[in-house]
């Protein structure tokens, strides 16, 4: 199985409300990424965890909130966006940081209304 | 972080090979250089890497240059199904700093 799963695919959500975006990976990888990509563009990294700890944060607004409760699940809480918040927003995991091949999910389609 | 250069999009006929060029300049001795492709609405996709040596996989070749400023992507034999967005990447890593930056790669459609 060298799938990572992305839930939901799509997600409309208003300014006040509070959603969750789940990934999944079931291949025993211990380094798991969110990216976000704006139509046209190219993915831009947000958060790394390794080994279900947070390694990186690329600034991003407190109002994205990510959690890893365990080596196969990846969290990213949202609170309070904005409609320039809407996007694509990727999930992606490696065997560890040195990994050599990362794997993405299809994403999560993101509107911000 | 080096950075890559990569036109903005290229046209490959169906069953030809299609070369895709990356500039990186600005590369460090132990920074390798990836590819990706993004078929529309789908997630990334690794294709191949390499440090110094030229590689190949089932998928494609790659070729970098000896002084590592440049590299050629190679798909022998490009289909329909390539059309995509190939991204060129030069990976950071050190410690708990590993990214893999993305630049804006070149869009790759494949002609009947």
Request: aromatic share 8%; with cysteine; hydrophobic share 30%.
């Amino acid at each position: 199985d060298t799938e990572v799963t992305q839930t939901p695919k799509h997600l409309v959500m208003g300014m006040t409300n509070k959603k969750s975006l789940k990934c999944e990976q079931h291949m025993g990888h211990r380094a798991m990424y969110w990216y976000k990509q704006k139509a046209k563009k190219p993915p831009e990294l947000m958060f790394v965890y390794s080994y279900e700890k947070l390694s990186i944060n690329e600034s991003v607004p407190s109002r994205f909130s990510p959690e890893c409760p365990n080596s196969s699940l990846l969290n990213l809480h949202l609170h309070a966006l904005q409609p320039e918040d809407s996007a694509l927003y990727l999930c992606a995991s490696s065997q560890d940081l040195g990994g050599t091949e990362a794997f993405f999910g299809q994403g999560t389609r993101l509107t911000v209304v | 972080d080096a950075k890559t250069t990569q036109p903005p999009s290229m046209d490959c006929a169906e069953g030809r090979a299609a070369n895709l060029p990356c500039n990186h300049s600005t590369i460090s001795g132990n920074e390798y250089v990836y590819w990706y492709r993004q078929i529309h609405s789908q997630g990334p996709q690794y294709i191949i890497h390499g440090l110094k040596n030229n590689e190949t996989n089932e998928m494609a070749s790659l070729i970098i240059t000896e002084d590592r400023k440049s590299s050629t992507l190679i798909l022998p034999h490009a289909t329909l199904r390539d059309t995509a967005v190939y991204y060129c990447i030069v990976r950071v890593y050190g410690g708990a700093t590993n990214k893999l930056i993305f630049g804006t790669g070149t869009l790759l459609a494949v002609q009947p």
